[in-house]
Protein backbone atom coordinates (compact mmCIF):
# COMPACT_ATOMS: atom_id res chain seq x y z
CA UNK A 1 0.00 0.00 0.00
CA UNK A 2 2.91 2.16 0.88
CA UNK A 3 4.49 1.59 -2.32
CA UNK A 4 1.15 2.54 -4.09
CA UNK A 5 0.75 5.36 -2.70
CA UNK A 6 4.73 7.04 -3.30
CA UNK A 7 4.07 5.96 -6.46
CA UNK A 8 0.69 8.06 -7.15
CA UNK A 9 2.64 11.11 -5.25
CA UNK A 10 5.25 10.66 -7.88
CA UNK A 11 3.21 10.76 -10.80
CA UNK A 12 0.99 13.51 -9.37
CA UNK A 13 4.72 15.84 -8.61
CA UNK A 14 5.44 15.17 -12.14
CA UNK A 15 2.07 16.13 -13.28
CA UNK A 16 2.46 19.50 -11.15
CA UNK A 17 5.92 19.85 -12.75
CA UNK A 18 4.67 19.49 -16.09
CA UNK A 19 1.92 21.42 -16.11
CA UNK A 20 3.82 24.25 -14.17
CA UNK A 21 6.19 24.00 -17.12
CA UNK A 22 3.27 24.18 -19.89
CA UNK A 23 2.51 27.17 -18.06
CA UNK A 24 5.83 28.89 -18.43
CA UNK A 25 5.91 27.67 -21.87
CA UNK A 26 2.82 29.38 -22.55
CA UNK A 27 3.66 32.69 -21.11
CA UNK A 28 6.69 32.99 -22.77
CA UNK A 29 5.53 32.24 -26.11
CA UNK A 30 2.63 35.12 -25.07
CA UNK A 31 5.08 37.40 -24.55
CA UNK A 32 7.19 36.63 -27.73
CA UNK A 33 3.94 37.58 -29.86
CA UNK A 34 3.38 40.52 -27.50
CA UNK A 35 -0.01 39.62 -26.18
CA UNK A 36 -1.82 38.23 -22.75
CA UNK A 37 -1.83 34.54 -22.02
CA UNK A 38 -5.27 35.08 -22.02
CA UNK A 39 -5.82 36.23 -25.83
CA UNK A 40 -3.55 33.88 -26.70
CA UNK A 41 -5.59 30.77 -25.61
CA UNK A 42 -8.34 33.00 -26.75
CA UNK A 43 -7.12 33.00 -30.60
CA UNK A 44 -5.92 29.25 -29.96
CA UNK A 45 -9.34 27.97 -29.25
CA UNK A 46 -10.89 30.76 -32.06
CA UNK A 47 -8.30 29.02 -34.92
CA UNK A 48 -9.29 25.72 -34.01
CA UNK A 49 -13.06 26.64 -33.59
CA UNK A 50 -12.31 27.58 -37.21
CA UNK A 51 -10.63 24.46 -38.56
CA UNK A 52 -13.15 22.33 -37.19
CA UNK A 53 -16.49 24.36 -39.09
CA UNK A 54 -14.08 23.94 -42.30
CA UNK A 55 -13.69 20.63 -41.85
CA UNK A 56 -17.81 19.98 -41.04
CA UNK A 57 -18.17 22.14 -44.35
CA UNK A 58 -15.38 20.31 -46.46
CA UNK A 59 -17.20 16.80 -45.03
CA UNK A 60 -20.37 18.20 -46.13
CA UNK A 61 -19.69 19.10 -49.29
CA UNK A 62 -17.67 16.12 -49.94
CA UNK A 63 -20.31 14.19 -49.61
CA UNK A 64 -23.03 16.23 -51.11
CA UNK A 65 -20.17 15.59 -54.22
CA UNK A 66 -20.81 11.73 -53.74
CA UNK A 67 -24.64 11.83 -54.12
CA UNK A 68 -24.79 14.45 -56.95
CA UNK A 69 -26.36 17.55 -54.88
CA UNK A 70 -23.93 19.63 -55.82
CA UNK A 71 -23.44 21.68 -58.77
CA UNK A 72 -19.91 22.98 -60.10
CA UNK A 73 -19.30 25.62 -62.57
CA UNK A 74 -16.10 26.50 -64.94
CA UNK A 75 -14.67 29.90 -64.39
CA UNK A 76 -16.15 30.86 -67.84
CA UNK A 77 -18.93 29.56 -67.04
CA UNK A 78 -19.42 31.60 -63.53
CA UNK A 79 -18.12 34.56 -66.39
CA UNK A 80 -21.25 33.80 -68.68
CA UNK A 81 -23.77 33.55 -65.63
CA UNK A 82 -22.73 36.68 -64.35
CA UNK A 83 -22.08 38.71 -67.46
CA UNK A 84 -18.48 39.38 -67.52
Given at each position: ML???????????????SNKLN???YNE????HG????TLFKKTLEEKMEDELDMQA???????????????FTHEEVKK????
Open positions: KIRKLWIRQCSVGLLILEYAKLVPLSIKEYEKNLENGDTETILDI
